[in-house]
């Protein structure tokens, strides 16, 4: 055991120097992503996206609770002992019918909100994916030329949701403002 520690600080000892000109630089992609402009272009379209289904939604919900409205009043004239049978008769299969109706439109008001659900979550993944791409390749083509070998992500969290950097010694270097700009500079004039 004692070997391996006397073997490990040799290592150390010895690559240290290698680590002299080893540039690193910090980003805070968290607020990278929520300063670029894209990214607050998608949550309006969504947010649009969104305040459409629940439209749509609505729109089914009214109908089935006209409907319901509408079966409810056929199963009181149905218990109308005053009602001629043939009357008795007719409401009894329109209120089946009824019944019928609300159990479809009950199974198309469930699929619809499911399905919109559903497509607002795949949008939101793309467009996450797709504005987390853009930053990546605006940070790669930032930082190769300027000769950084490391990128540390100041807004990532431990396991425990701690912050991943603790402690910082000397100077270090932090990017963001320059690859916000950098993502920004392309934003369309207001």
Known sequence: MKHLFLIGCLVLAFSLPAFADFKIALIDTGKVFDTYYKTKTSATQIATMVATYKKEVEKLQYEYDQASQEAQNLAEQVKNPGLPTAARKDKDAALAQKVQDLKLMEREL????????QEVQDELT????????????VIT?????EGYDLIIDTSAVTQNRGSL???RAGTTID??????EKLNASAPSK
Do not use: F, G, M
């Not at 469930?110 to 659900?117: A, C, F, G, K, L």
């Open 110 to 117: 469930n699929e619809s909100q499911h399905e919109h659900t």
């Open 126 to 137: 793309r467009v996450h994916q797709q504005i987390a791409d853009e930053i990546t390749k």
């Open 141 to 145: 083509d930032y930082v190769k030329p």
């Open 165 to 167: 950097i603790t402690y």
């Open 175 to 180: 990017l963001t403002e320059q690859i916000i």
